[in-house]
């Protein structure tokens, strides 16, 4: 089954994004941390991680570069999911690995569909 890592401190966010992915025959994992996300993309090894930037021990920046400079860990897709919506913010967000910036607010069918996108390899 295809596997979806949501990172967000939010559990709010977390839910509504679990639910909806859920909805469409995905597995979904979560982290509420950068650093938790590192370890468990490591032992996980999901299909794609949803990681927002703003989050306690661990930024969802640093988590990023962290994933991609892993070796066991650095082919798996980031897509960076926040509310920081600033041109440099998403510009940092690639740089760290991610393949795409989604800001929040979103609907729940913009999200599954750029999942779907990228997880069939047409994202």
Same mark, same amino acid.
């Given at each position: 089954?295809?596997?979806?890592?949501?990172?967000?401190?939010?559990?709010?966010?977390?839910?509504?994004?679990?639910?909806?992915?859920?909805?469409?025959?995905?597995?979904?994992? *979560?982290?509420?941390? =950068? $650093?938790?996300?590192? #370890?468990?993309?490591?032992?996980? %090894? !999901?299909?794609?991680?949803?990681?927002? /930037?703003?989050?306690?021990?661990?930024?969802?920046?640093?988590?990023?570069?962290?994933?991609?400079?892993?070796?066991?860990?650095?082919?798996?897709?980031?897509?960076?999911?926040?509310?920081?919506?600033?041109?440099? *913010?998403?510009?940092? =967000? $690639?740089?760290?690995? #991610?393949?795409?910036?989604?800001? %929040? !607010?979103?609907?729940?069918?913009?999200? /599954?569909?750029?999942?779907?996108?990228?997880?069939?390899?047409?994202?």
């Amino acid at each position: 089954m295809t596997t979806v890592m949501i990172v967000d401190d939010e559990p709010d966010i977390r839910r509504l994004v679990s639910f909806s992915l859920k909805r469409h025959g995905l597995e979904v994992i *979560e982290a509420n941390d =950068g $650093l938790s996300a590192c #370890a468990m993309a490591e032992t996980e %090894k !999901p299909d794609l991680i949803l990681m927002d /930037v703003m989050m306690p021990i661990m930024n969802g920046f640093e988590a990023s570069r962290r994933i991609k400079e892993n070796p066991a860990t650095a082919g798996i897709p980031i897509v960076m999911l926040s509310a920081k919506s600033q041109t440099y *913010e998403q510009e940092q =967000g $690639l740089q760290t690995g #991610a393949i795409q910036y989604i800001t %929040k !607010p979103f609907t729940p069918a913009e999200l /599954v569909g750029q999942v779907t996108s990228h997880l069939s390899g047409k994202g």
